[in-house]
């Protein structure tokens, strides 16, 4: 079961993690720059990220009205002057709930995608430097994970402890474990084999050593891309658990959960049942873009076929 | 061959017992009092208890894993807490629905992706390719269950030609069935269409230029047949691969697209399960569906090998 795998809503066209053996760095610091100003995808991607991001950072200091204030008297308001998108069932500011839902969004996908990347690359890098029963043992309970998409382990976990925030974000980043894990065992290996990597354990250096001063700055811009790619993911996740009800429960606002109260008022409200959607569509497609450009720029023979 | 195949299913069963072993544990082990969970904690004592008995709860964790797994080996997956039934009657029930909405949406997925693929991949880098490719990327950004949503405002609020949810049954008739299913399975295969259609065109584009395309083409194939008879053929290894690992997303994705769509699937049943605290019906339907993904991935692998030659037992 090398190569791609099946995950939710993974970008099957990526090259496979084993095939991705990372350039040497030290392209001149100006000509990426330049580079990078002239990546069409890149650029896309890294100003609908930044718009986002700039959202949820917003959101901490200011948001047109009170995200959780309650106002029945001007429910289902139609877009004017003082609710730029109008209010929902509650009468709260459809604008300013976008706001907080991105900053739900954006914490939910850091943290899971924190947790999957930190173990993921750690028992990645052990079961590269180690080989033997231990990369064996650790590929194989990788193996286990993967019969569980994050819909699934959401669900169990909800089941047990309760549908939430933290249940979401445990679950997303259970998920994201085997992927990091497969990547990094596999572009590490790769480092392994390499001449100056055989010349550093000739000179008397650890496994360990190796591993940090040459193994993981090596892979790192490939880790960098999947994190990007994966961030994208828990967020799809994210607004999937929580249009579930599984996740973020209200009051706090998310996309998801905005979703689902405006589904039952597609009669009356349709436009409830846009702006949330595109907001996560936004987000998604700016971290997929974002992605694809950065793979593009730290090395271009990665670059997919388009 | 026959090693490789021998190796994957040990490695199959051992995936499917440590699947079962983490389910159980998490679903039946974790919360401590499942009868507490059943009938709220301010249940008496007395009640507690004989429900303690009842469910089997007061029997070590090693006799009920293995209770649980015998009964499944048999097809007895127990009785549901809050249904009253047989389990495994209340999932075939709901399969009825869940099969036929998978199967539809990959058909779907299936002829979208391939035509899309290679109609980019034959019109590389011109207007049309770019313009596919671009709505590719919407469709992989776009949730299903939104997507789900934009088309039940298009097709059932604003033209009201198909309802906004809802499962009559198969006794109705086919054509009301598949009706019923038709945007479901719509929402489901727009985002895996576009994941595959991408896929096909990286597929085929590696494909046209090999060697034998032309030799073909100089022998007098014209462009379509090369391009379907003999392109498409060689391409589909990569694609099949990733078809197979899309049809147990499907089966994910029902779950969520069953919710929006109010159809009484296993999802659905899974949801419902969740809010009246039917552990039991719960454990045997993430088995269900985390067993399909298992095997369906098993079966991709074995056709992997079945169809590439150049797959040794030995590379693998």
């Known amino acids: ?306 | 061959m026959t090693v490789f195949i021998l190796r994957r299913f040990v490695t199959l069963i051992a995936t499917l017992a440590g699947a079962s072993l983490i389910i159980f544990l998490v679903l039946d082990a974790l919360p401590g009092n499942a009868a507490e969970m059943l009938m709220g904690a301010d249940s008496s004592p007395e009640a507690l208890h004989a429900m303690t008995i009842k469910l089997g709860l007061d029997q070590p964790l090693i006799v009920r894993y293995l209770r649980w797994i015998g009964g499944l080996l048999i097809g007895d997956m127990g009785t549901s807490y809050s249904y009253g039934t047989p389990v495994a009657e209340l999932i075939a029930e709901r399969l009825v629905l869940t099969i036929p909405l998978a199967v539809m949406a990959m058909l779907l997925t299936v002829v979208l992706a391939l035509s899309a693929g290679v109609y980019t991949a034959a019109n590389h880098n011109k207007m049309g390719d770019v313009g596919v490719m671009a709505l590719t990327q919407f469709g992989i950004a776009i949730p299903n269950f939104w997507f789900a949503i934009l088309l039940i405002l298009l097709f059932s609020v604003k033209l009201q030609w198909l309802s906004a949810g809802g499962f009559a049954g198969w006794d109705e008739g086919i054509v009301s069935g598949v009706r019923s299913l038709l945007l479901p399975a719509i929402s489901l295969a727009a985002v895996q269409a576009a994941i595959l259609a991408r896929v096909t065109r990286s597929a085929v584009l590696e494909v046209l230029r090999d060697d034998f395309v032309r030799t073909a083409r100089a022998k007098g194939l014209t462009r379509r047949q090369v391009l379907w008879g003999h392109v498409l053929r060689n391409a589909m290894i990569p694609v099949m691969t990733v078809m197979g690992m899309q049809f147990a997303n499907l089966l994910a994705g029902t779950i969520v697209i069953e919710n929006v769509f109010y159809l009484p699937g296993l999802g659905r049943l899974i949801f419902q399960s969740i809010a009246n605290r039917d552990l039991i019906v719960v454990r045997n339907c993430v088995m269900l569906l985390a067993a399909m993904v298992v095997i369906v991935n098993f079966v991709v692998d074995v056709l992997y090998a079945a169809i590439d030659p150049r797959i040794k037992a030995s590379e693998l």
């Open chain 1, 1 to 306: 079961m090398n190569g791609v795998q099946p995950t939710a809503a993974m970008p099957f066209d990526a090259p496979p993690p084993e095939a991705a053996v990372p350039s040497k760095p030290g392209r001149s610091g100006r000509g990426v720059l330049q580079r990078a100003l002239r990546h069409r995808s890149f650029m896309i991607g890294g100003v609908l990220t930044l718009l986002v991001i700039s959202a949820a950072l917003l959101s901490t200091i200011w948001t047109p009205w009170p995200a959780y204030e309650i106002d029945l008297a001007h429910k289902l308001n139609p877009p004017s002057a003082m609710h730029w998108l109008g209010t929902d069932v509650l009468g709260r500011d459809i604008v300013s709930l976008l706001l907080v839902g991105a900053r739900t969004s954006i914490l939910v996908g850091v943290i899971a995608v924190g947790i999957g990347l930190l173990a993921g690359a750690s028992l990645g890098l052990i079961a590269a430097a180690r080989k033997g029963w231990i990369e064996e043992l650790i590929m194989r309970l990788g193996d286990f994970t993967f019969a569980f998409p994050a819909l699934l382990s959401a669900i169990m976990l909800a089941a047990v402890a309760g549908a939430g925030m933290v249940t979401s974000i445990a679950a997303i980043g259970i998920f994201q474990i085997p992927i990091f894990l497969r990547i990094t065992r596999g572009s590490a290996n790769a480092i392994w084999a390499r001449e100056f990597v055989l010349a550093a354990r000739v000179a008397g250096k650890g496994k360990f050593r190796i591993t940090i001063e040459h193994v993981l700055p090596n892979i790192l811009s490939i880790l960098i891309v999947q994190a990007t790619i994966q961030f994208a993911l828990a967020i799809l996740a994210e607004a999937a658990l929580s249009y579930l009800g599984l996740g973020t429960q209200p009051p706090q606002p998310s996309w998801g959960r905005m979703l689902n109260d405006a589904q039952s008022l597609l009669f009356q409200s349709p436009l409830l049942a846009v702006y949330p959607g595109l907001a996560i569509a936004t987000a998604v497609l700016g971290l997929n873009l974002l992605g694809d450009g950065l793979r593009d720029l730290f090395d271009p023979r990665l670059s997919r076929e388009r």
